[in-house]
């Protein structure tokens, strides 16, 4: 492989580009992905503590965003590390989805109710919620998005 | 120690989570691939292909669950990370969030409540068990918020977890053609409607047909999830005390 995928690999002086705090960019990175993790377990704890109704990650979410409200804005660094969790996520099924295996027999035993609420439920949500977006924008007057 | 080398170098993968970690990206590479090579349509959603890969793998080699996933979870555990990263796109949309306020509160409430109702409604109408009941109502939303649900509720979070696969799929997978048959144009609307549906899988549905409708999608799944945590505990805790 000529060059490509090489730059992760190792130091690679061009690479190296000096961050405003004297970090190098890789080092940002990592801080950027700590501040994610960081979130996720102030989230975590908060809700072990208080009980609230709230899966740990969600209130990891809104701090990050509270965040990065009071910042104003997204630092480059956590951008990419949030780019870099999200352009795969759908990966981030597989393991879960192969547990389909474990279940196997209840899903066997109920699997026209399974599959009514799976094939039908997933298709009535998507038009009940395309319908009512629709609906709303046009009632309130204003184009649905830049593009059309 | 053991009789034959190929037995020994089982025996010893076996133990080791490098190989089903392994597997499992290897596995999604080669979905990617065929899903490439059908043309990306739809049908060849690459969760589903590598999901099935992997199952016959493991049917070949009589491997249990709990071995694969001991390899597998540091795939699962970044659903965590993943979720908390939902606040930038967030961010970044706020303008966009702000002038759609209206038709986004409104699609969201509707999404929250019809994909809880219309799994509950089907689900019980053909005989499904409480448990399960329990554990289809928040199919719609990211896996880690969907499985903290389930298990507040009294469900089961591992066959949640395969449900919530299994609806992110069906979306990818029919969406785009219903949207079609309904006449919905928009990509912003196409990309909300999927996201709330089908969050993460939906939502990288959406961002191969166009950033705009990957935004939207992001948007709604981090909204839905958030949502959905809110409301659906108190709401379905609710109605089973009047229900039985």
Redesign the interface.
């Known amino acids: 492989m000529p060059g490509g995928g090489a730059r992760w690999s190792g130091p690679r002086h061009e690479g190296w580009r000096v961050a405003p705090e004297g970090l190098t960019t890789e080092a940002v990175v990592l801080e950027a992905?700590t501040l994610?993790?960081v979130?996720?377990l102030v989230?975590e704890v908060s809700v072990l503590i208080t009980g609230l109704?709230?899966?740990?990650?969600?209130l990891?979410?809104?701090l990050?965003?509270a965040w990065?409200?009071l910042r104003g804005g997204?630092p480059e660094s956590?951008?990419r590390?949030?780019?870099a969790?999200?352009a795969?996520?759908?990966?981030?099924?597989?393991?879960?989805?192969?547990?389909?295996?474990?279940?196997w027999e209840?899903?066997r035993g109920?699997w026209?109710?399974?599959a009514?609420?799976?094939?039908?439920?997933?298709?009535?949500?998507?038009?009940?919620?395309?319908?009512?977006?629709?609906a709303?924008?046009r009632l309130?007057g204003?184009g649905?998005?830049?593009?059309? | 120690m053991a009789d034959d080398p190929f037995t020994t170098l089982w025996v010893y993968l076996a133990a080791s989570p490098l190989l089903w970690l392994s597997l499992?990206?290897v596995?999604?590479l080669i979905a990617l691939r065929i899903y490439r090579l059908g043309g990306e349509s739809p049908w060849f959603n690459?969760?589903?292909i590598?999901?099935a890969l992997?199952?016959g793998l493991?049917?070949l080699t009589d491997t249990p669950?709990q071995t694969?996933?001991d390899g597998?979870?540091f795939?699962?555990f970044?659903?965590?990370?993943?979720?908390?990263?939902?606040?930038?796109?967030?961010?970044?949309e706020r303008h966009?969030l702000q002038?759609?306020a209206?038709?986004?509160v409104?699609?969201l409430l509707?999404?929250v409540l019809?994909?809880a109702s219309?799994?509950?409604g089907?689900?019980?109408?053909?005989?499904?068990?409480t448990e399960?009941l329990i554990s289809?109502a928040p199919?719609?939303v990211t896996?880690?918020?969907a499985?903290?649900?389930s298990e507040?509720l009294g469900g089961?979070p591992?066959?949640t977890?395969?449900?919530?696969?299994?609806?992110?799929?069906?979306?990818a997978v029919?969406?785009t053609g219903?949207?079609r048959l309904?006449g919905?144009r928009?990509?912003?609307?196409?990309g909300?409607?999927?996201g709330?549906?089908?969050h993460?899988?939906g939502?990288?549905r959406a961002f191969q047909v166009?950033p705009?409708m990957g935004a939207?999608a992001?948007l709604a799944m981090?909204l839905s999830?958030?949502v959905t945590?809110?409301l659906l505990?108190?709401l379905l805790a609710r109605f089973m005390a009047s229900g039985g």
Do not use: E
Not at chain 2, 161 to 171: D, E, F, R, Y
Not at chain 2, 186 to 190: E, T
């Open positions: 992905l994610i993790l979130c996720q989230g109704p709230v899966p740990g990650p969600v990891g979410m809104l990050l965003l990065l409200f997204v956590v951008g590390a949030a780019d969790l999200l795969h996520l759908s990966l981030l099924f597989v393991p879960a989805g192969v547990g389909v295996l474990v279940h209840r899903m109920q026209a109710a399974i009514a609420a799976l094939v039908l439920g997933t298709l009535i949500t998507l038009a009940v919620t395309a319908l009512t977006m629709k709303v924008t309130t204003r649905g998005s830049d593009n059309g | 499992t990206l596995c999604y690459p969760v589903a590598a999901v992997l199952i493991l049917l669950y694969y996933f597998a979870q795939v699962h970044l659903l965590g990370p993943a979720t908390v990263s939902l606040a930038i796109p967030l961010y970044r966009r002038r759609l209206l038709p986004i409104a699609a509707a999404a019809t994909a219309s799994a509950i089907l689900g019980a109408l053909l005989g499904a068990s399960t289809l199919k719609s896996a880690p918020v499985m903290g649900i507040k089961l591992s066959l977890a395969v449900l919530v696969v299994s609806t992110g799929i069906v979306g029919l969406g219903l949207f309904l919905i928009d990509d912003a609307i196409k909300f409607a999927l709330a549906t089908s993460g899988i939502t990288a166009s705009v939207f992001g981090a999830a958030l945590a809110l505990p108190p």
